[in-house]
């Protein structure tokens, strides 16, 4: 048995399972936990259901899946109106911002080809149906919305997440929405820490303008894929620091997330804080194994060019 299953199977995470969270799911369940999924509860929740088929033996690969085709709120509402736009993944509580987005390429994702008043629920809610009293991993892609539905969990419920997900927006792409700044400010105060910062966008050019050269879908494919893209939003991972965090069975599942991230150094810290806080010997084992995986990694293959092309 790997190290990383003898944790999952420590009995303080059989009492208590990694609870995961996956708001806006259309797209895929989250790749980054496929380690540990089978160990795991998943509430994963999405409006738009014109794109969200999870086979039988896709659900097999969590301890329990929950599927929940609702809006989600932060505010007590039995609805809301939702935005179905031409691209399903834009599709959001939230309407878009038509004139900001008209600068650019992908203008026509964000179309409005219908408005709905859909049933919406508040993350709380379903976790008190569920009797889930806690989040482990929180990950949100609702469009626009995120931060104000990390927030909605309640202080003691997100201060013990051990990792947040986020896609805020960059530029002004919906109205109202929750930007880029909004989450790196609010994050940094709760005392997280930024583990994975990648930037996407779309061609800054005017939609009309880039119909004045073709009016061909491929061609106009070909056009963005040849100009270079600009900033339109981005996908965070933030891990909590643990200053708050003060029990062993997070302390575990802190390791569990952090080697699966391959944030090695920061697995470490977590080791070596449990076995001077913790009388567990599983925690001396963790702390050996992330020490030993440490140095293995000195003999990476790509580390002669990166050592070159350090400033160190």
Not at 9 to 17: A, S, T
Not at 39 to 52: G, K, M, P, Q, T
Request: hydrophobic share 40%; with cysteine.
């Amino acid at each position: 048995m790997k190290l990383i299953d003898k944790v999952l199977n420590h009995p303080l995470l059989l009492e208590k399972p990694p609870v995961l969270i996956d708001i806006g799911a259309s797209e895929n369940l989250n790749s980054k936990w496929k380690s540990f999924a089978r160990y795991s509860i998943c509430i994963a929740f999405d409006a738009d259901d014109r794109d969200f088929s999870i086979s039988s033996r896709d659900n097999a690969g969590f301890k329990k899946l929950h599927k929940i085709n609702r809006i989600v709120s932060n505010k007590e509402s039995k609805s809301d109106k939702f935005y179905l736009t031409k691209s399903p993944y834009c599709s959001s509580s939230l309407k878009p911002d038509l004139s900001s987005l008209s600068n650019y390429t992908f203008y026509d994702k964000f179309e409005i080809v219908s408005e709905k008043v859909l049933p919406s629920v508040r993350v709380t809610d379903i976790l008190k149906e569920l009797n889930i009293e806690y989040v482990d991993w929180f990950k949100s892609d609702s469009q626009g919305t995120d931060l104000r539905l990390f927030l909605d969990l309640g202080e003691e419920t997100y201060q013990n997440v051990k990792v947040a997900e986020f896609e805020p927006g960059i530029i002004d792409a919906y109205i109202e929405e929750d930007k880029l700044i909004d989450v790196l400010k609010k994050l940094n105060e709760l005392n997280f820490w930024c583990s994975d910062f990648t930037i996407k966008g779309s061609v800054r050019m005017n939609y009309n303008l880039l119909n004045y050269i073709s009016n061909n879908d491929l061609l106009k494919k070909l056009i963005q894929l040849s100009l270079k893209p600009s900033p339109g939003w981005a996908e965070l991972v933030f891990f909590n620091s643990f200053k708050e965090i003060n029990s062993l069975r997070d302390h575990l599942l802190g390791w569990v997330f952090s080697i699966s991230q391959k944030q090695y150094g920061f697995a470490f810290e977590l080791a070596d804080k449990a076995r001077k806080n913790f009388n567990d010997p599983i925690t001396n084992e963790l702390f050996n194994k992330t020490k030993n995986l440490i140095k293995y990694r000195m003999f990476n293959k790509n580390l002669i060019t990166q050592l070159v092309k350090s400033k160190f």
